[in-house]
């Protein structure tokens, strides 16, 4: 319930990007969740990596499903539309909306239930058409709104605030979106603000379909001993094999690496990534390489973060349907309708 | 058995082709009733099959009726029995006097006949064998040489089948010549070796007009095309898929841009129904024509997100093919039974609009009109067809468009509207008491208009709200919506029987043709009846008003549980007593027979005079 107003006084001082927004620009209401909460801070985070893209907020469409996750659109890009839809059903929402007016910027956010089992059908369709996208799920492990229940991608043997330890085999969503053909996956934690503002940013910027897993854990009920979405433990166990800038345009680039230690990525709207490698071994442009490296380090206990794949070339669903330059939405009957005499020529042929 | 005279009849019979699924014979069959049609005699076919790609039963019915009476007939005169599996049923629904074609290359005993129909052999399997040597030509040629019996027995004109072949095969003379070859062999063979004709005969006459021959899922996706829809989003069920293939086809020939080649469309299939209607959902959200096209497990399926359709009032089209149901049903049968699920699919005070198309006509007009009010309602409007318009060819009045008609976008609110001054955005404010509030497309302005879709409560001004009297104001502006449709979707057509009359009757759909045919055998048999046909839901008042006109009225529907009735009940508080429910759901297509049967029945109940008591 967003029963406090939030201020509308803004600080003359605030710092202006390209389009003289400030980052209140790009807020939303105030959040109802926990204090605390992971939830809150990706929010922040992609509040961020709006304001530092200089997008215009009104040609965002945010979209969601249902769950604490799903609640978040409504807490920043305050001008854009947001769709908190059907539980598990963000993705088929989201390509509708995609293909309707390819021209705005789609940011479907969801949960791990919405995710990984309501709608763990819809996440793997959306993610297989290329649907151009940035996904992102605030994956706490846990259903917080209906109080604790554990959600699929809760580690076998992790244990609930109740106590009860999980025995089912967890869902790697990220695992999953590469193998269905994701062109950018990302895993990244909500409280690595550093790491994840640039990997919301360049998912922005990707043609295609963008995932990012964003561990979040969940104050009131996954943040315990035991679990294995809590702070402490993410905070231990994260492995990032990568940092990333994001350089918008195709400026020179100024900031100073050590000699070897950056890929830069090429995108195919001409922006690049500076990636910054801490495993010097790892590829992201292999997708069998990250699938293996996820998976050997999984068994190892340890969380492999940072952007894992990515595909330069990628396309997405509108370049596969060969779909018109122009948004379809902004069709009308004059470029729609065959009119009578296309008509005349059917009726002749039924004769 | 007693001596039965052959049938003989001219341009009023039906013909039943007995067939293995997937054995070919689809279009041979479909050429026969094409042919007949080129000698100007209406026809009314109806294909009967399984669920099932090989090897099942399947058979093709052709009405010829000079008269045009389009529903169908129900019994069988002649019948061409080419699938042994069917034999013994097949032969026993012959009528009396009827005809029995059959392939005489292998004798069959006596006993396998009936002494009351005439029998007429034809040895298509020699006759094909010696001609052909390749197992495929053999199959499918056997096909076009019983088609060329029927010709000689039926007395067709061949050029006319000749000509349907050309066109058929137009540019490909190889399969042309050997098509019309195979067509001559049969001919000649009945010709030389038979009497022919036999009492049923094709005489040319002048009764098909301009009228068009097509199915009633094509002329839907037609209605699509027309109407401005721009996303397709479907899963594959029968018998609504082929909505969505013609889509496609239709749009692959109408809808690319000349310069570019790019596709002023997108169709995607989706993996179950619910994405199909999410992606509606969220295209018809953003501002373009959306439709799904499904049947009755896909209604099922969609229903939560109609409830949010509803609710968070977004334009959707659905097209529901109606097949018969509960559950898994009978997949490839007609029924008109979704009427209750569709009028009040989801959870929580839901009301939905329904189109009833009888025929191929009303199925493209009423889809294109379908995005006209679901984007001037912002809701769910559900086209109503069902398998027996669906899948089958329907002769129909030619399709009609006007040149000068602009779509209906409904009250979208434009940045320059926003921009007025004084002008007051909120989402769901009726401001001019219809009960539609105006909405805006996601991206319109940068900093006015925008709102946060959902599910959930929220008041005027699309801001989450739980409290009891915001929630009732937006139920009930709902309501008063709901009332507006009213008036907008297509009305109820009625038509006076010749004489006054105390009774009435209301039917809908693919009722329609029987109905129409039905109410000349009851007024042969003195019952004249004044008809309402309903082409839409909510009611239009003149429901209301026609049933109070009469002391009682029937309503008929192709469903076991009178939902039509039940709905006409409910929503104008009729008293049950004067709806007297007449109802067929074998998953046949009802016929007139029956209509006229069971109202007939009914009717002369009443005419008798009642016994006085005698005290015991």
């Known amino acids: 319930m967003t029963y406090i107003a939030k201020p509308k006084f803004q600080h003359p001082g605030l710092p202006k990007n390209d389009l003289g927004f400030t980052h209140r620009d790009y807020e939303g209401k105030v959040s109802t969740l926990c204090a605390g909460c992971g939830h809150d ?88 058409r290329g649907v151009n996208m940035t996904y992102i799920v ?137 990636l910054r490698k801490i495993d010097a071994d790892y590829d992201p442009h292999d997708r069998v390489g990250a699938m293996s490296f996820l998976q050997k380090h999984a068994a190892k206990g340890q969380i492999v973060t940072g952007l894992l794949y990515v595909d330069p070339e990628s396309d997405d669903l509108h370049s596969h349907l060969d779909t018109v330059e122009v948004p379809l939405n902004t069709l009308d009957a004059g470029d729609l309708c065959p009119g009578t005499a296309a008509l005349e020529k059917i009726n002749a042929s039924l004769r | 058995m007693s001596v039965q005279s052959p049938i003989s009849s001219v341009n009023d019979f039906v013909v039943r082709f007995a067939n293995v699924n997937g054995s070919g014979s689809a279009s041979a069959n479909e050429m026969f009733a094409r042919s007949i049609l080129r000698h100007g005699v209406p026809v009314s076919p109806r294909n009967v099959f399984p669920s099932n790609i090989q090897g099942l039963p399947t058979w093709y019915e052709v009405r010829v009726t000079e008269d045009g009476h389009l529903g169908a007939r129900g019994g069988v005169d002649m019948m061409v029995a080419m699938n042994p599996q069917t034999w013994d049923k097949d032969i026993a629904a012959i009528e009396p006097g009827g ?58 004109d061949p050029k006319l089948v000749e000509q349907l072949i050309g066109e058929q095969y137009k540019g490909k003379e190889k399969l042309l010549s050997s098509n019309i070859h195979a067509l001559h062999l049969g001919r000649d063979w009945a010709l030389q070796n038979l009497k022919c004709p ?28 027309y109407g401005g829809a721009t996303v397709c989003a479907w899963y594959p069920i029968t018998p609504s898929s082929s909505v969505a293939d013609a889509f496609t086809s239709h749009c692959k020939k109408l809808r690319h841009d000349p310069v570019t080649g790019k596709a002023k469309y997108a169709i995607v299939q989706g993996e179950d129904e619910l994405a199909s209607i999410g992606i509606v959902i969220g295209a018809s959200w953003n501002g373009a024509r959306a439709f799904t096209a499904t049947s009755g497990p896909g209604i099922s399926l969609m229903t939560e ?30 029924q008109q039974c979704d009427v209750i699920a569709c009028a009040y699919a989801s959870h929580g005070d839901t009301k939905h609009v329904l189109l009833f198309p009888e025929d191929p006509a009303e199925a493209f007009e009423f889809a294109a009109q379908a995005f006209d009010l679901a984007e001037r309602l912002q809701t769910t ?50 401001v001019d008491g219809d009960g539609i509030p105006y ?36 139920m009930q502006r709902l309501v008063r919506k709901f009332e507006t449709a009213q008036d907008m979707v297509p009305r109820p057509l009625q038509a006076n029987a010749a004489k006054p009359t105390k009774y009435g009757v209301i039917y809908f759909g693919s009722t329609a043709p029987a109905m129409d045919e039905a109410i000349g055998i009851l007024e042969s048999r003195g019952h004249q009846l004044d008809r309402l046909r309903i082409r839409a839901f909510p009611f239009h008042s003149s429901v209301a008003s026609f049933i109070a006109d009469h002391d009682f009225v029937y309503v008929v529907e192709q469903n076991r549980d009178a939902q039509l009735r039940s709905l006409i009940v409910n929503e104008n508080g009729i008293d049950p007593v004067r709806l007297i429910p007449i109802l067929h759901y074998d998953g046949t297509p009802i016929t007139a027979r029956f209509i006229a049967g069971a109202i007939g029945d009914h009717q002369d109940q009443l005419k008798v005079t009642p016994l006085r008591k005698v005290k015991s």
């Not at chain 1, 990596?49 to 945010?62: D, G, M, N, T, Y």
Request: hydrophobic fraction near 40%.
């Open chain 2, 198 to 225: 036999i009492g049923l005969r094709v005489k040319k006459a002048d009764k098909v007009g301009d009228r068009i021959f097509i199915e009633g899922n094509s002329a839907a996706a037609l209605g699509a095309v």
């Open chain 1, 41 to 128: 801070s990706i929010t922040a985070s992609i509040i961020e990596a709006c304001f530092e893209l200089s997008i215009e907020p009104h040609r965002v469409a945010k979209i969601s499903g249902i769950g604490c996750s799903s609640k978040t659109p409504d807490y920043f890009l305050g001008n854009s539309h947001g769709f908190n839809s059907v539980h598990g059903r963000m993705p088929s929402v989201l390509t509708g909306a995609n293909l309707a007016n390819r021209d705005l910027i789609y940011l479907g956010v969801s949960g791990d239930g919405d995710s990984a089992s309501i709608g763990f059908g819809q996440f793997a369709h959306s993610i297989r």
């Open chain 2, 439 to 474: 909405r805006t497309y996601p991206g319109t302005h940068p900093t006015k208009g925008s709102f946060f879709t959902r599910g959930t409560s929220r008041n005027r001004y699309a801001i989450y709200s739980e409290e009891g009297p915001v929630y009732a104001d937006n």
């Open chain 1, 138 to 274: 605030e994956n706490n492990g846990v259903y917080g709104l209906t109080k604790g229940q554990f959600s699929a991608t809760a580690d076998r043997g992790s244990k609930s605030k109740k106590g009860l330890i999980n025995s089912d085999s967890p869902i790697d969503l990220v695992a999953i979106a590469l193998q269905l053909g994701a062109s950018f996956v990302a895993r990244s934690f909500s409280g690595d603000k550093t790491q994840l503002v640039p990997l919301i940013a360049a998912a922005i910027q990707h043609k295609g379909a963008a995932f990012i897993d964003v561990i979040s854990p969940c104050v009131a009920f996954n943040n315990h001993a035991g679990s294995t979405k809590s702070f402490d433990y993410v905070r231990e166990h994260n492995d990032a094999v990568n940092r990333l800038d994001v350089i918008s345009g195709r400026d020179p680039i100024t900031v100073d690496y050590a000699p070897g230690t950056v890929q830069l990525v090429e995108q195919h709207d001409g922006t690049r990534i500076a």
């Open chain 2, 381 to 430: 409007i559900f086209l109503m067809l069902d398998l027996d318009i669906g899948m089958n060819h329907r002769l129909s009045r030619p399709l009609k468009w006007d040149d000068a008609r602009q779509y209906d976008r409904g009250k979208v609110m434009t940045a320059e509207m926003l921009d007025e001054p004084g002008r007051d955005f909120g989402r769901y404010l009726d």
């Open chain 2, 305 to 334: 997100f109609i409830g949010l359709s509803y609710f968070a009032e977004i334009p959707a089209v659905i097209m529901n093919v109606q097949r018969a149901g509960p559950s898994t049903g009978m997949p490839t049968r007609t």
């Open chain 2, 99 to 156: 005809y029995l074609f059959y392939d005489s290359t292998k004798p069959m005993p006596a006993s396998k006949f009936r002494a009351d129909i005439t029998v007429i052999g034809v040895p298509l399997t020699a006759i094909t064998n010696s001609t052909y040597t390749d197992p495929r030509q053999r199959q499918l040629f056997k096909n076009i040489i019983y088609l060329g019996a029927m010709c000689a027995l039926l007395d067709m």
